[in-house]
């Protein structure tokens, strides 16, 4: 199905409009920048609609000028009748067809559309990859299906693979939104799953917003899409499988910090396995792109983060001052270490502002 | 009482007056008054959503607050603004356009703005007792069953309230339309103002008892603990959703229908000519009202539903885009051909139809359901629905307000001030919204706090902020025409505009609280123009002249209110403490006793003689 | 306001009251309809006829009762009721589409 | 003649409770209300069949529901229908006293159907502690047929309230269309009562 609506956009419109379009916004979050099967089927179907939208609003707009201009009351003229006219049968028919056949026209692609991204059809084939994805008061948790791993914030998955995501949440509705690759999905409490397909085409680190109000830091509730080549992935999870959650840090300061952690922060939060706490699985912090999803990944705002998490993402679950601003500052020192893979290092984090 | 209240008039009088009233007249402007001061707050509460975001990363309010102010500002415009300003415009010209003294149910009207008001009342003393709700206007289960505090429960029982008000408001003018026309006002010949009242309270009737339904098991769960969202004892929280949009829906055209009906009734009167294809407007506004029940769930395609719910929600949506449609031809194909004069009221009617077409084809955009998995939840709605009740709804609103002015108050608003707040208000507004569009499809999701820096919502947020000003200044100048036309206007004829086709301008500026000396007679479709074609001066009455029945002024519907309001304090905050049930009781105590204290004591109005009838005239206040 | 002051004369009386009479007839038939459609129902429920069979035969029964409920306890039948007919369908069409969605669509 | 001068047979109108147009109004905007009526009935109704299998395991429908207290509970609605009709066809007939009679008989019925409604409910919370909370099945039974209760109990009110404040009057044109509505309010509880019995209690019970 990619790119059938390739030959359209050779069309002036939507040559023309596609190149306005896609000067919006960054590269890895802007949905006019697709990147993906489901964001790039989107915007064909957008670009459809954006089309017949103009064709209307120029019809609708030409008449409009044309009375404003012709029809307006002249000086002397304050007394003159106009003609008392009923209505005009034929012209009511034809500005009834017209948009209904319009809208047929919309409506055949958006159904077609609309079961296309439902498809589950390869899910649980051998090799496809589906993903537990939870939604948790304002952190996501992956679980990799049969891999024995998760991840917390960060999702890898392979490029040019469909990757199913099982989609749950553990308190209150989220939705999973990655505009470059697909549109969003709801996570629902209780017994309501969903299911939805990623399928990215090009490496890269995809920015994933949480798109429904689920408390105070709704917005600060962001995720990344890694995206890597399937054997980069594989690469990956076996290096995830063979991290030691009890392996010695080097410096004696994260050594110390390991202490800590294990008394203070364990009851939440795993280093390896792929069982979901009430924290975030912190397995690979050092390879992480953002703490808690949105601030940058220095040790100053990781220290900051142990010590009062709740004046950085207000009314989230972690309780500040569990630890002194000496103990965290080793704490990080560990957490900083927990580096054991190389896959996606050398992704930019961050697009280029915009072009 | 016409005799007594009119010799000495002190302040308490006049508050009196207003508190006891059954005239639909004050009762509209009541309505007018209320609903201008909710929508001052809404406003308000829009400007600091703005200021907020004006900036990456501000911290201009908490997040807390934040998601109150995006609450309030939605609850407050929708129900405690756009709806009482509609509502304040149907009171005030629907008995008139069909020639009726009167509503149908006089006493239940004013319990209907009470109720109202004591709600609106009740969801902003929230903002003084420790929160305002927090989980969006669409107050979604189960962030909403969870959300701490008593905010949510403020939401729960305001709107409760409030809703009752509505429902009843709404029963109200569905009779008075139905059985107090004028002799010869057939249901063809209704002008489109009374007839898209009609369907709007139809909708009124089959929507709200969902929400009421809905308000209902979000109390429970609550405050009396049941199960209905909590999935850990089996409940489901989709039934919220579902409840709320099957009202929810309903209600957008509730807020539009009224004002497309008044925008006919405008264009038809400033370009001196009929309205064209009366019957397909008609048609249109049923099937509008039809449809707008069958759709609801195009808010929900990313719940989950599966591709078949989510095609048949889909092509439903799309296909209101056609009797929509027709009535904008129809809009244009009224001027064409007349003698359009601009006017303050015809330039707010003008500006609505790109601002609606804008909002309705993003609209349509939105119902492709798989494509709204990218818009929803994003700027890009927001951006769409600001148009269409921005662009539709408060543009209507000012055009409304701008057109009926000198009925409801005796004089003209000044055009050269309704210019000037026009062009600020216009300007900001497209300022404000287009651009949120793309703010959307650049990734910007709804309800968000802050946005990050180097996301490439910089500059789209700065302008949209900017906008925002700009509209306040347009209403501000609004305000300041209202206060400088009730000083220095200058009195309204019986017909201002000259060009009056209706009912209403047969009568003068204001009406005697009887409205009509005597009943008219209709003889057409824009009966006071026909008249005028015949080469008559006013309508010809359809009844000698006598003795008018007119209903008692009451306190009770005030009374009825005020207990349900203390009730649900107690209703409340009975959760915290049991000695609050006294609130429960001594309110329901209020609201039952008025109810009973009405049915045991015959109310059966008063009569305004003869006599009184032909003085009236002579002095020029009858007609 | 309507004048109610011309009085009847007998025969007229004597005609309204056998038209009662004859509406009071068909009344009371439709409740004994109402009754046996009630133990027809109470009946197959209490011998477990076949389920596939037995819930969409009460949904009928039940609508039919109803019907009766609506048309002849509350006149609905008689001439002025176009509108509050019309009210009580829209009603039912909006109760309808709510009760599908709740039965299919919730659960999807 | 004014509304309420007591009315003869032979001032009788041919629909007292249509005569004036106060009466016209009240009836026309009673009928639209239990329009509204039905929707708010028909979301409790759809919320108990989304919620009726939640029952976490324990009192579900089958085992819960007793038939011949329902059945008891129906043919006393039933009547209490059929008695209101027989009340409404005295006033036609402008016989006020036998209108009260059979009013009383009404509301009689209607208090032996609550209180069997108010047994019922006692028992499911003593015998079986299925209550409001248990679960959400809990909550969706008592709220809907709770509500059909209210519903009982407020017509039950109304009907005395306006026997008694009538007792002495008679009938007139001020108080037939309030009788008349009443009764329609006594018809539409019953028109809910059989979609209870056969959605809750009757496909409960077949499962
Ligand atoms: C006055 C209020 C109003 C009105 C009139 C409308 C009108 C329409 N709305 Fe809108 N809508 C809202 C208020 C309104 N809406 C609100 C408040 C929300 C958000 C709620 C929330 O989540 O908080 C919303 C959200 C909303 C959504 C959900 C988006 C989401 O959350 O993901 C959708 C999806 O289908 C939608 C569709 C439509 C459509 C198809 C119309 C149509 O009626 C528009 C029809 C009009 C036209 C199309 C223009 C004129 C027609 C022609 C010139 C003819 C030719 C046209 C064509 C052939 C296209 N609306
Ligand atoms: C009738 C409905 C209505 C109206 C008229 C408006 C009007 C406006 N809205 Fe509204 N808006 C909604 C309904 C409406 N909105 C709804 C339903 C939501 C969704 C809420 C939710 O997500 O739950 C929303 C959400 C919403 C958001 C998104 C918030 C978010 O998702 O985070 C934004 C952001 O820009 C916004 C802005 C505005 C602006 C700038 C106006 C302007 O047009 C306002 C213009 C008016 C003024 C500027 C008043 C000026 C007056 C003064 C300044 C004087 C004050 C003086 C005294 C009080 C004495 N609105
Ligand atoms: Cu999670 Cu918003
Ligand atoms: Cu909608």
Redesign the pocket.
Known sequence: MRGWMGKFRSLFLFGALAMILSGCGVDNLSALKPKGYGAELLLDLMMISIAIMIFVFVIVMAIYAFVLVRYREKKGQEDVIPKQTEGNKSLEVIWTVIPIILLLVLAVPTVQATFDLADQSTQGDEGVLTVEVTGNQYWWHFNYEGEELATSQDLYIPTNERVYLNMKSSDVIHSFWVPTLAGKMDTNPGENMNTMYLEAYEEGVYWGHCAE?CGPSHSLMDFRVIAVSPEEFDQWKEDMRNVDPEAQPETTSAQEGQELFNNNCMSCHAIGGASMGVGPNLTNYANREKIAGVFEPTKENLVDWIVHPDEMKPGNQMPANLVTEEEADKIADYLLELDHSEVGKDLPTQAPDEE | MSTAVAQKRGLGAAIWDYLTTVDHKKIAHLYLVSGG?F??????E??I??IQ?MKPDNDFISAGL?NEM??M???T??FL??MPLIFALMNAVVPLQIGARDVAFPFLNSLGFWLFLFGGIMLNVSWFTGGAPDA???NYAPLSTTSPGHGVDYYVMGLQISGAGTLIGGINFLVTIVNMRAPGMTYMRMPLFTWSTFVTSTLILFAFPALTVGLFLMMFDRMFGSAFFDVALGGNVIIWEHLFWIFGHPEVYI?ILPLFGAFSDIFSNFSKKRLFGYSAMVFATVLIGFLGFMVWAHHMFTVGMGPIANSIFAVATMAIAVPTGIKIFNWLFTMWGGQIRMTAAMLWSIAFIPSFTIGGMTGVMLAAAAADFQYHDT?FV?GH??YV??GG??FGLFAALHYWWPKMFGKVLNEKLGKWAFWP?FI??HL??FI?HFLGLMGM?????VFLEGQGLETGNLI??I???F??IG??IF?INVVYTSVKGEKAAADPWGVGRTLEWAIPSPPPHYNFVQTPLVRGLDPLWVEKMDGKEGMTPAEPLGDIHMPNASILPFMMSLGLFIAGFGFIYQVDNSAWLIAVFVGMGITLGSMLTRSLKDDLGHHIHKEELEADIKKGVAK | MADNTNSKTGYQMEYERKMHREEMKQQVISFVMMILFTFIAFGMVIMEVDSYFVIPTLLILAIVQVAFQLYYFMHMKNKGHDMPALMMYGGAAVALLTIITFVTIIWW | MSHDDVLNPKSMPHDPEKATLEGKNKFLGFWFFLGGETVLFASLFGTYLALNGSTQGENTPENLFGLELVFIMTMLLLTSSLTSVYAMYHMKNNDFRKMQTWLGITVLLGVCFLGFEIYEFYHYIHEYGFTFRSSAFGSAFYTLVGFHGGHVLFGLSWIVALMIRNQKRGLNLYNAPKFYIASLYWHFIDVVWVFIFTVVYLMGKVG
């Open positions: 109000l | 001061l929508f001052l707050i809404g406003g308000l829009a400007m959503i703005r975001l934040y995006i609450t500002h939605g609850t415009m929708i603004a756009a969006g206007w669409t807020l700027y927001v629905f600001h009740i921005v709804v408060v208000f900001g507004f404000t919204f949120q999701p709804r309800r968000y706090w949209s902020t906008g925002a000003f509209m306040a209403t501000v305000l």
